[in-house]
């Protein structure tokens, strides 16, 4: 029964109330939009719609983008928004608690971003920093009525960033693609040879020399094995660090003038629509779509659909809101599926070589590799195969014989030792990658295609190793264009069997007139570029763009490899039975306990944290069934802890079943202590 002391609301002041009450779920919401705009949708959009290649390489079509988008603009704000909304049933006073509470976090996420952008602070420091700004965010906010006008203008700001995505980004060429266009070739002669390219990735000259400035054949025999069919151009530089930048100059013979996403209706006169007239065309492309579907067909892709577009967004917005530095960059999802991961059976035959194991590890074979191999056959009509690979670009999962290991991702590629592992990491990868090259010669030998066919092996950019200029942006550039700029180049033209060096001052805009003219084809717009078939160069000098229409002067000739670092003579020996001196945690110990190569996978990459006790710079020898296999030193504290890793390259160590893993601590006089595992 009513209170009769207690009169009911009239009518009228309980409509009052309730509009009252909408007007300000209304103003929070907006408040909310504002901030998530800021903390999650601008951000993230910011990174996407500069990064088109991250929705080529998963070949998103316009819907899924477009959803994606949507995803990213409305979850996060009606998820936080109902976690408010829902706090309303406890009360208006929970209500507005929760509200501020809801404040402060978003103001301290947005710290967050702003303070690893532009101060030296991370880590505990950096979120310490963003907690009382968060705090003081909400305090502001309950005390006065400004910051929630001032966020509820900013409401409008999520819209907009949606349209800069749509409209001015360059992932705006992918969503809104003007056309297929592109300028057919015309045939110039009677002889239209078929063409096999393969275009490898972060691959710089350097790393396949040797001593004596030719490719260092003990290490990487299949790649001596080509050189000394084909022309070894070693004066070759990319043109861009950047494979959308590089990969379209390359097959447009143009210098790079705009920001424009690798996509057909952006660069339509290329390789592609040149030999498209005359030419079948078996194209297999990663992180670029410059063959125009009508005219390509893709057999084998990277992982599709708005799940995977949704998995490596979020995991960028982890990256963008740590309080730590992380590459947030979307190219660290760009790894080659595996045949067995994208369900190809591998056909090809097994070679007679038993170290190479390729009937045990077809499946760990790159699966666009396997349909590659697969499409060179001799055919009636003429046929471009062309192949570009994401090898042996990071990250590093290979070891030279083709097995694979497991690696954290947050593993740092800067830094005393780490440096060196890196190098470790890309050269073991570069094994492998040689390990293609040979399979890739076999197979058209064995279909009859070798000495008909033009064959060119290059890569798009090296990288830079190092230290204080790891990577391949401008500091890299300054300090080692020579990882960075010089690239193998091969070219063996059709019935060529004597290998020869070529340093004449190739650019890699050279690449489709000199292909073009070795095919029969005229190209019929102009080019920066010239073919070999030319006169060489009289000017040495070179251009490297890091960033479109602004072509950095570079010069320098066939560069030198570094001296090869002189292995620890610790290596290869037994470790006996040293006493015990201390422990250290291992990652996935228990792989050690339970090894089966049959399963294409290896504990190759030992990682772990060791106690502060232990000096900075010890050398600590890794050894496996006793035998010592890798020496690296202790390195200094960094965010991820008091870390080390080593690279067990060769798998001959490991055997079947049960493997012993030992740390050792190696003294100045060579004595060695073990260290207990956990």
Not at 233 to 260: D, E, F, I, K, Q
Not at 365 to 382: H, M, N, V
Not at 513 to 539: F, K, L, N, Y
């Amino acid at each position: 029964m009513a209170d009769p002391a207690t009169p009911p609301d009239p009518p009228g002041r309980r409509a009052v109330r309730l509009r009252a009450g909408w007007r300000a779920e209304r103003g929070r919401l907006l408040e909310i939009t504002a901030l998530v705009g800021l903390a999650v949708t601008q951000p993230l959009l910011d990174v996407l719609g500069r990064s088109p290649d991250f929705f080529l390489f998963h070949r998103a079509d316009r819907g899924e983008i477009l959803l994606l988008v949507a995803l990213v603009a409305l979850v996060p704000t009606l998820a936080v928004g109902l976690l408010g909304a829902v706090s309303r049933l406890a009360g208006a006073r929970v209500r507005a608690a929760t509200h501020t509470t809801l404040v402060g976090l978003l103001v301290a996420a947005l710290a967050v971003q702003v303070g690893r952008s532009v101060t030296t602070l991370r880590g505990t420091s950096l979120l310490l920093v963003a907690v009382a700004a968060g705090a003081g965010g909400a305090v502001a906010h309950r005390r006065w009525r400004g910051p929630g006008r001032v966020l509820r203008v900013a409401a409008v700001g999520p819209p907009i960033f949606v349209g800069l995505f749509l409209l001015a980004s360059p992932t705006s060429a992918v969503v809104l693609p003007r056309g297929e266009g592109g300028a057919a070739g015309v045939a110039n002669g009677g002889r239209h040879p078929p063409v096999v390219m393969l275009i490898l990735d972060e691959l710089p000259l350097v790393s396949l020399l040797g001593p004596d400035g030719r490719v260092d054949a003990a290490r990487f025999p299949h790649f001596a094995e080509l050189a000394a069919g084909s022309t070894f151009y070693r004066n070759a530089t990319g043109v861009s660090g950047w494979t959308p930048y590089a990969m379209p100059a390359m097959l447009s013979g143009r210098y790079p003038t705009t920001g424009a996403a690798p996509h057909y209706s952006q660069h339509p006169d290329n390789l592609f629509t040149a030999f498209g007239g005359l030419y079948d065309i078996r194209a297999e492309e990663s992180i670029t779509r410059l063959c125009p579907p009508s005219r390509c067909e893709r057999r084998v892709t990277p992982e599709q659909g708005i799940g995977v577009l949704v998995r490596e967004s979020a995991e960028l917005l982890a990256r963008l809101a740590a309080p730590v530095d992380s590459r947030v960059d979307p190219q660290d999802s760009y790894r080659e599926r595996t045949a067995a991961e994208a369900g190809v059976d591998a056909a090809e035959p097994v070679p007679t070589d038993p170290k190479f194991r390729w009937d045990r590890l077809n499946a760990n074979q790159p699966a666009r590799f396997t349909s590659f191999l697969a499409g060179l056959k001799p055919s009636a009509t003429p046929t471009l195969h062309f192949l570009h690979l994401l090898m042996p670009h990071s990250p590093w999962a290979y070891l030279p014989s083709g097995m694979r290991y497991e690696a954290p991702e947050d593993f740092p590629n800067v830094g005393e030792g780490w440096i060196e592992l890196a190098r470790q990491r890309h050269l073991a990868q570069l094994g492998y990658t040689d390990r293609l090259i040979g399979e890739t010669l076999r197979t058209l030998r064995a279909t009859g295609l070798y000495d008909q066919a033009l064959l060119v092996v290059t890569a798009d950019h090296g990288v830079s190793f190092t230290r204080g200029a790891q990577g391949r942006g401008m500091d890299a550039i300054r300090a080692a264009v020579d990882e960075v700029a010089w690239v193998p180049l091969f070219v063996k033209s059709p019935g060529q069997r004597a290998g020869r060096v070529d340093d004449r001052n190739w650019q890699h805009v050279d690449l489709l007139p000199t292909v073009a003219d070795e095919a029969g084809i005229r190209v019929p717009w102009p080019v920066d570029g010239r073919s070999a078939r030319q006169a060489p160069r009289d000017d040495p000098g070179k251009l490297f763009y890091d960033r479109p229409a602004q072509g950095t002067p570079i010069s320098g000739g066939v560069p030198a490899a570094p001296p090869p670092p002189s292995p620890h003579p610790l290596i290869g020996t037994p470790v006996g039975n040293p006493p015990t001196a201390g422990s250290a945690r291992v990652g996935d110990l228990a792989a050690f306990r339970d090894v089966d190569p049959d399963a294409g996978r290896l504990p190759a990459l030992v990682w772990g944290d060791l106690p502060d006790s232990v000096p900075d710079g010890t050398p600590l020898a890794v050894a496996v069934n006793g035998r010592v296999a890798a020496v690296v030193p202790v390195v200094p504290r960094d965010a991820g802890g008091r870390r080390f890793a080593a690279l067990v390259a060769d798998d001959r160590l490991f055997q079947v079943g049960a493997n012993r893993l030992d740390l050792l601590l190696v003294a100045a006089d060579g004595t060695l202590a073990r260290l207990a595992l956990s």
